[in-house]
Each structure stands twice: as structure tokens, then as C-alpha cells.
């Protein structure tokens, strides 16, 4: 098989396309807490969630970024990784104002 960009970015080592995956340990936890925190709303077991859901979704984005099976993956990591810095950078800056 040829090694061309096309295959690095959508394919794994067996040669399989690859978009999505089952979800991770990082990933079900983020899902988790996510809804948690939409039924405790205030105080702080929603702060809790609110730090495990952003911790575990970070650590979901950089183990996508560095071990993912192909580019797509870790792109995609990337790509979160961004989001979450600049959900947090607009939701902080929305408090000071």
C-alpha cells in the first residue's frame, strides 16, 4: 500500500480509514461529568465537575494529539486542545469585564 498524505491522515497501521473510536476512559468521564453538571448547577459539586470535566477532556485532547492513530486523530486533539483554552480565556475575560 501506498504511504501517502491521504493514508497518513485517515488511516491507521492496518490500513483501516479511522474517523471515530469507541470512546476512552477520558472521554466517558468528560460525557459523565457533563451531565452531572447540567443537574447540580451551583456550588461545589459543580465546581468538581465542572474542574473533572475540563481535566478529563484536556487529557482526552493530549493523548489524541500525541498517540492518535493517525493525523485526523490528532488533529482533532489539536483542535480541542485549542477550544478548551479558548473557551476558558473568553469565559474568564467575561468575568472580569
Not at 498517540?67 to 486533539?77: E, K, T, V, W
Request: aromatic share 10%; glycine share 8%; net charge positive.
Amino acid at each position: 500500500m501506498e504511504n501517502t498524505l491521504v493514508d497518513k491522515t485517515f488511516r491507521d497501521s492496518n490500513g483501516n480509514i479511522v474517523l471515530a473510536q469507541k470512546p476512552n476512559l477520558p472521554l466517558i468521564v468528560w460525557i459523565l461529568t457533563s451531565l452531572l453538571a447540567l443537574i447540580f448547577t451551583t456550588g461545589k459539586v459543580n465546581t468538581a465537575l465542572d474542574v473533572l470535566a475540563n481535566g478529563s477532556l484536556f487529557t482526552w485532547a493530549w493523548l489524541e494529539l500525541f498517540q492518535g492513530i493517525n493525523y485526523f486523530r490528532r488533529a482533532l486533539g489539536l483542535l480541542v486542545l485549542i477550544g478548551i483554552i479558548a473557551f476558558k480565556l473568553s469565559s474568564s475575560n467575561g468575568l472580569n469585564n
